[in-house]
C-alpha cells in the first residue's frame, strides 16, 4: 500500500469516496420516478459545456454545470407542461449534447479527443483545485439530498399524493432535476460522462434487491457506491487499467451479487412470516 503515499491518489480516492456517495443518494430519487437514463442523457449535455469550455479556452466545470442545470430545467419544464415526454426530452439532450460537445471541440482544434479525459473519467489528474470544488458541491448535494429526503421521496413516489399534502411538487421536481445536473458534472472527472448514470443507478438498484424501505434502500445504496468507487479505484491502480471502467464494473458486479442475497433474505423472510402465522 505504499502508493498511498502520493498526494494524486489520495486526492483521487477522496474524489471517488465523494463521487461514490453522492450519485446513488440522486440516483435513489431518480429511479424511483422511473428515470433511471436522466443521468445519461444530462452526461451529454455536460458534454456541450465542456466542449464550450475548450473552445472558448476557460475552465469546464462551471460551464458544465451552467449548461447541465439549463438542460435539465428544460426536460423538467417539458415535462410538466406536457409538450415532450421524458423519454423524447431525454433523447433530444442525449443527441444535442453530444453533437454539440464534439462540435466546438472540433472547433477548438482538439476533436474528440481532447473530450475523452471527460467522457470516461481522469481520476489520476485531478488537481487539488479540482478536489476542493468537487468536494464542496458533494456536501451541498449531500445536505439538500438527504435534510429533504422525506420530502424528495414523496414527490418521487406520488406526485398527487404529496400534492394533497400542500407539499410544493413543482419546486421539489426542479430541485432533484437540479441535483442530478450537479452530480453528473461533479463526476465527470472521476467515472466520466458516459458512466456516471450506472453509478447513479447501479448500486441503488442493487441495494433494492437486499434492503427493505426507502431509508435502508439510500444508505444501502450509498454504502454500495462507496464501496464499488473506492474499490473500483484501488483495484484499476493493481490492475493498471481505466479507473473509472473498474469503478462501474464492480457496481456491476455488486448487482450480481445482491441477487442470490435476495433470494436467501426474501426465503429466511417468508419463512419467518409463515413460522410467526402458525404461532398465531
Not at 445519461?40 to 473552445?55: K, R
Not at 447513479?200 to 431509508?215: C, E, K, L, S, T
Not at 474499490?231 to 445482491?258: R, T
Request: some cysteine; overall charge positive.
Amino acid at each position: 500500500m505504499d502508493f498511498l503515499a502520493f498526494a494524486f491518489i489520495q486526492r483521487a480516492l477522496l474524489a471517488s469516496a465523494l463521487v461514490g456517495l453522492t450519485a446513488p443518494t440522486i440516483g435513489t430519487y431518480i429511479v424511483q420516478r422511473r428515470l433511471s437514463l436522466l443521468g445519461d442523457g444530462l452526461g451529454h449535455v455536460a458534454l456541450a459545456g465542456v466542449g464550450l469550455a475548450l473552445m472558448t479556452g476557460t475552465t469546464p466545470l462551471p460551464w458544465a454545470v451552467g449548461i447541465c442545470v439549463a438542460g435539465a430545467l428544460l426536460i423538467e419544464t417539458l415535462r410538466q407542461k406536457g409538450r415532450a415526454t421524458g423519454d423524447i426530452g431525454l433523447a433530444v439532450l442525449f443527441y444535442g449534447g453530444l453533437a454539440a460537445g464534439v462540435l466546438m471541440a472540433s472547433v477548438a482544434g482538439q476533436g474528440a479527443g481532447g473530450l475523452s479525459a471527460y467522457l470516461f473519467g481522469s481520476l489520476n489528474t485531478i488537481s487539488t483545485a479540482d478536489l476542493w470544488v468537487v468536494g464542496g458541491l458533494a456536501v451541498v448535494i449531500l445536505l439538500i439530498a438527504l435534510g429533504l429526503s422525506p420530502q424528495l421521496f414523496a414527490i418521487s413516489a406520488d406526485e398527487n399524493f404529496a400534492k394533497t399534502l400542500g407539499l410544493p411538487v413543482r419546486f421539489y421536481n426542479y430541485l432533484i432535476v437540479v441535483l442530478a445536473a450537479v452530480t453528473v458534472t461533479t463526476a465527470m472527472r472521476t467515472v466520466g460522462l458516459l458512466l456516471v448514470s450506472a453509478l447513479m443507478v447501479i448500486p441503488v438498484a442493487a441495494a433494492q434487491n437486499i434492503f427493505r424501505g426507502f431509508w435502508k434502500g439510500l444508505w444501502g445504496a450509498m454504502a454500495i457506491g462507496l464501496l464499488a468507487s473506492v474499490g473500483g479505484y484501488l483495484a484499476s491502480i493493481y490492475a493498471n487499467l481505466a479507473p473509472g471502467a473498474m469503478i462501474v464494473l464492480l457496481a456491476i458486479a455488486c448487482f450480481v451479487v445482491s441477487w442470490p442475497i435476495s433470494t436467501l433474505l426474501h426465503r429466511d423472510w417468508h419463512r419467518s412470516r409463515t413460522a410467526h402465522g402458525h404461532d398465531g
